[in-house]
């Protein structure tokens, strides 16, 4: 893939959970203190369920095809935070990003992209969507139940 100068405005959420839904949240390290579920903005070329491919692996380890993700054909739009906004061309303010979920057997370690994340935590729903920094991710957990229950449980 090409490339772009500038990170599109773009992106990809995917809130990985399970059956139980404890929901994995992983700490930035830039801003610190700012907690999430699976991000990432589309590359050069990139479909949303390509992005989420890849972003679930880079930034987990878990290696996933596109039958384990759940596209919930829903987006955001929300404006970037000035701590990013040097990532864009200077005229963007604002991103999409599309929502997917990822449905694993239980809780597990998972391997982190160390120049973007420091922490991982596996939380229970209620507390997942208290600790999510952005209202997007929150908003994604708290719709979880709904979600879930159309998803199967498929071992990654």
């Not at 930035?28 to 369920?49: C, I, K, N, Y």
């Not at 989420?52 to 996933?64: H, K, P, S």
């Not at 040097?86 to 160390?114: I, Q």
Request: proline share 8%; hydrophobic share 45%.
């Amino acid at each position: 893939m090409a490339e772009l100068p500038y990170k599109r405005p773009i992106s990809v959420l995917v809130v990985i959970h399970t059956t139980t839904l404890q929901v994995l949240l992983l700490e930035r390290v830039v801003p610190a203190g700012f907690w999430q579920s699976v991000t990432g903005s589309l590359e050069a070329d990139e479909s949303p369920l390509q992005a989420a491919i890849r972003e679930v692996n880079e930034e987990t380890g878990l290696a996933v095809s596109a039958g384990q993700l759940r596209d919930w054909h829903h987006t955001n739009r929300f404006e970037i935070i000035e701590d990013w906004r040097a990532r864009y061309a200077p005229d963007v303010t604002h991103n999409t990003e599309h929502v997917f979920s990822l449905c694993v057997p239980a809780p597990r370690p998972v391997r982190l992209a160390p120049a973007e994340h420091r922490l991982q935590l596996w939380l229970p729903l209620e507390e997942a969507a208290g600790k999510a920094s952005s209202w997007t991710n929150r908003d994604a957990i708290l719709m979880l139940p709904h979600i879930a229950g159309r998803q199967p449980d498929i071992p990654v």
